[in-house]
């Protein structure tokens, strides 16, 4: 099968990954006469072949359930056998963004390690790229071999037991990115800067130590790279819960408050003008200032208060009356995250080779 396409059906040889639970993920391999044994029942996996991806299936006792899922890099890479330390997605996704990486893209990659970061660069480069990959470790490399043949990669994918820090990589202009996840990476910067192409390519180094990020940047610049850069990628979670606030109840509306806070006054003006009905228009134009005097002394005030405006009220000086007596609750829905420390992963430090 391959990691690259999908398919419809279980076949025989398959590599499957099985889903028992939220927390719970494995690899199968699909043999006729095997049995996958689990705490949810026996489920052999002749019965397996010919079921459609994605289907529940229940085991024989009705005991239980599992889903069979299509392999991808991504969970692969929850579910491979650990043969060193990997990288994990949030990482992966990256250096794949970074590199610049799409179908028909040349790949050097030093550290084949358990695959992780292999099967994602190759997903990303199929069909017509290539991934040269090379792993100092000759047990591990050759198990990376049989794992990408049988992932159906094996067309794509050179994979060569070598120490590249001493021996370099053999290949001159040729990628377009080259990958290091090396214990001193500065030491094959020189070979990367021949196996990218003439016309330029990206580098990325990773390492988990921030000493081995301040060595790799200095060769880095000394051999002639620009736009160096370093990153840290964490994953942090958040649990979603319900959060009850009060409610501020602010009063009433300023044009409510206006009109409160002014009909006392109305009132006194409509009582002084039948008062003064009788009085000549002079007079009478001097009340209307006078009240207009009193009005606009009243409105400049800072805060003012009185049996006319009851009890427990302020005015500021746009004359908003705000109660500070919250009576109702809100009920929000909110993302906070979880008090922990989050795990460190490592640096990524990228490159770029101008032509």
């Not at 579910?79 to 590199?99: C, E, F, G, K």
């Not at 016309?199 to 610049?221: D, M, N, R």
Request: overall charge negative.
């Amino acid at each position: 099968m391959s990691f690259a396409k999908y398919k419809g059906l279980v076949e025989d040889g398959d590599t499957v990954i099985v889903y028992l639970g939220r927390t719970k993920k494995d690899a199968l391999q699909i043999k006729q006469g095997s049995v996958l044994n689990t705490k949810f029942g026996h489920f052999p996996h002749n019965y397996l072949i010919g079921q459609k991806y994605g289907k529940k299936i229940y085991s024989k006792s009705k005991k239980g359930w599992l889903y069979l899922l299509h392999a991808t890099p991504e969970l692969w890479t929850t579910t491979l056998p650990h043969r060193t330390q990997i990288l994990y997605n949030a990482d992966i996704s990256m250096v794949l963004l970074q590199l610049d990486l799409k179908p028909g893209s040349v790949v050097v990659e030093a550290g084949t390690g358990s695959g992780s970061m292999s099967h994602s660069i190759m997903r990303t480069i199929a069909p017509t790229g290539h991934l040269y990959t090379f792993e100092f470790h000759e047990q591990r490399a050759n198990v990376a071999r049989d794992e990408f043949v049988r992932h159906g990669f094996g067309d794509i994918v050179t994979v060569a037991n070598k120490d590249v820090l001493l021996n370099g990589f053999g290949l001159n202009h040729v990628a377009d990115a080259v990958f290091l996840d090396l214990p001193s990476p500065w030491d094959a910067v020189k070979f990367s800067k021949d196996a990218l192409k003439l016309s330029g390519g990206h580098l990325c180094s990773f390492s988990p130590c921030i000493e081995q990020v301040q060595q790799t940047c200095t060769v880095l610049e000394e051999n002639g790279f620009k736009d160096i850069r370093s990153m840290e990628c964490l994953q942090r979670k958040h649990d979603v819960r319900s959060i009850t606030l009060e409610e501020p109840n602010f009063g009433k509306s300023e044009e409510e408050n206006d009109e409160e806070v002014n009909e006392p006054f109305r009132k006194r003006t409509r009582d002084e003008t039948e008062e003064n009905d009788g009085e000549t228009g002079a007079e009478s134009n001097e009340t209307t200032q006078n009240k207009g005097y009193e009005e606009t002394k009243y409105e400049n005030s800072e805060e003012t208060t009185g049996e006319n405006f009851g009890e427990n009220l302020a005015i500021n000086n746009s004359r908003r009356v705000v109660s500070r007596k919250c009576k109702q609750t809100l009920d929000i829905l909110a993302a906070c995250p979880v008090r922990q420390t989050p795990g460190h992963t490592g640096y990524l430090t990228f490159a770029v080779l101008y032509p």
